[in-house]
């Protein structure tokens, strides 16, 4: 783990909230040169603190207004199903997340969709053929009250 210092702090958040920030602008904000600043955010890159740059697309606006969010238990928690259950999830285009949890479900997946019709696709193409499925529950988002990328620091 990499220690970051106050200054590393600000250009993360800085870069939290505008990815696209200039390094001039970024520089100028967090009090550094331009020069500085570049080898700062890179050994934040090389260290791994910072895992990517992304754009976000509004689900809206490409069709998939809906929030699904998957309760899925598996027959067995032996490592060799949790892999294979793993390796095929991510095969699914519309899912977004999906997250290994403790309690009552082993996974939890987070879909975005057109709509019902379009869940029901999903279910009988995806979700119902994943190996070692024993159980599957689904929760329709009604609307998102809040919704972060940042991470606080």
Do not use: W
């Not at 220690?3 to 550094?32: K, S």
């Not at 899925?72 to 793993?86: G, N, P, R, V």
């Not at 390796?87 to 699914?92: G, I, L, R, S």
């Not at 975005?112 to 070692?132: F, M, N, W």
């Amino acid at each position: 783990m990499i220690e970051i210092d106050a200054i590393d702090r600000h250009i993360l958040n800085l870069l939290q909230e505008d990815g696209r920030m200039t390094n001039a602008d970024l520089a100028d904000r967090v009090g550094l040169s331009a020069s500085a600043c570049l080898r700062r955010v890179r050994g934040l890159e090389e260290a791994g603190v910072i895992a990517g740059f992304v754009l976000l697309v509004d689900p809206q606006a490409i069709g998939r207004p809906v929030d699904v969010f998957v309760e899925i238990a598996l027959e067995t928690q032996a490592e060799h199903s949790l892999d294979d259950f793993e390796a095929a999830v991510a095969d699914c285009p519309e899912v977004m997340s999906c997250h290994l949890m403790a309690g009552d479900f082993d996974y939890i997946v987070h879909l975005a969709v057109e709509d019902t019709a379009d869940y029901e696709r999903i279910h009988k193409q995806y979700l119902s053929r994943l190996p070692g499925v024993a159980r599957i529950r689904s929760s329709f988002a009604i609307r998102t009250v809040y919704e972060t990328t940042k991470h606080v620091l």
